[in-house]
């Protein structure tokens, strides 16, 4: 889950930075409230968390911008001001907002609600097919069964399953499980870690849940949709263009 930060004290910014990336998240700070809506316009993130500034009351311009952006990504913000315009905030397209002195786990806990929620999951856990994640814990099984995984390749596993049966491009997988400060190796990359997931995952019984869509990336597919004839994947590039619901990242194609 990729987060960006804006608007934070320098050790403000360094505290929650170390908590996000200890709870999974990757984690990016913009240098300021302004370069957010410039960073997300770019690039594709699970949770933006902003920093009113010291005596702020009042950040809906900012809170517009970003929407503007048309990033879908929940936006928290927080604040140090007992006096400001929460409701305000809220209807100009926030999701949260919460005071800096908040205590970390509640921090972490409502980032991770909150993208959730984004998604369309109502608690921590995940499931398709025989596969569950617990996303708090970091923890993945079949029918109950314990799947030992890295931490990058519950990262990879839960970025596909947060967008189940939809394609994912390679980079887009890059960009969620590294924090973008110039340390993003080849998307090629990718390619390891779904190796390794896969053979985990057959060994635990559930071989065939990660599939390649050709040209784009990988899915993670629900069993019950390709039982039903819902989820058979276009294999090429062309094929994909009269899929667009099942492209995930941005991605557009042409024929």
């Known amino acids: 889950?990729?987060?960006?930060?804006?608007?934070?004290?320098?050790?403000?910014a360094s505290n929650v930075l170390a908590l996000l990336q200890?709870?999974?998240?990757?984690?990016?700070?913009?240098?300021?409230?302004?370069?957010?809506e410039s960073i997300?316009?770019?690039?594709?993130?699970?949770?933006i968390v902003l920093c009113a500034p010291q005596g702020a009351v009042d950040m809906t311009q900012t809170i517009r911008a970003i929407r503007g952006t048309r990033t879908k990504a929940p936006i928290l913000v927080m604040i140090s001001s007992p006096v400001f315009a929460t409701a305000a905030v809220l209807g100009a397209g926030a999701d949260d907002v919460m005071q800096l002195s908040v205590a970390r786990t509640e921090l972490?806990?409502?980032?991770?609600?909150l993208v959730r929620r984004s998604h369309g999951m109502c608690n921590q856990m995940l499931s398709?097919?025989?596969?569950?994640?617990?996303?708090?814990?970091?923890?993945?099984?079949i029918d109950g069964r314990h799947v030992n995984l890295t931490g990058r390749e519950f990262a990879v596993l839960e970025i596909l399953a947060m967008r189940r049966n939809r394609a994912v491009r390679k980079d887009a997988i890059v960009s969620g499980i590294y924090a973008l400060e110039g340390d993003e190796p080849d998307a090629k990359i990718i390619d390891v870690f779904i190796c390794k997931v896969r053979r985990?995952?057959?060994?635990?019984?559930?071989?065939?849940?990660?599939?390649?869509v050709w040209g784009v990336g990988y899915r993670l597919q629900?069993?019950?949709?390709?039982?039903?004839?819902?989820?058979?994947?276009?294999?090429?590039?062309?094929?994909?263009?009269?899929?667009?619901?099942?492209?995930?990242?941005?991605m557009r194609v042409s024929a």
């Open 1 to 12: 889950m990729k987060v960006i930060l804006g608007g934070l004290a320098q050790d403000a």
């Open 22 to 36: 200890g709870a999974g998240f990757s984690a990016e700070e913009a240098d300021s409230v302004a370069e957010v």
């Open 40 to 47: 997300v316009r770019h690039g594709e993130f699970d949770l």
């Open 108 to 113: 972490a806990a409502r980032c991770r609600a």
């Open 128 to 141: 398709v097919g025989p596969l569950t994640l617990d996303l708090d814990n970091r923890d993945a099984t």
């Open 200 to 212: 985990k995952l057959a060994r635990a019984g559930a071989p065939n849940l990660i599939t390649t």
């Open 222 to 250: 629900d069993p019950s949709l390709v039982e039903e004839g819902m989820g058979v994947p276009p294999r090429s590039t062309a094929a994909m263009a009269e899929h667009p619901a099942l492209l995930a990242g941005g």
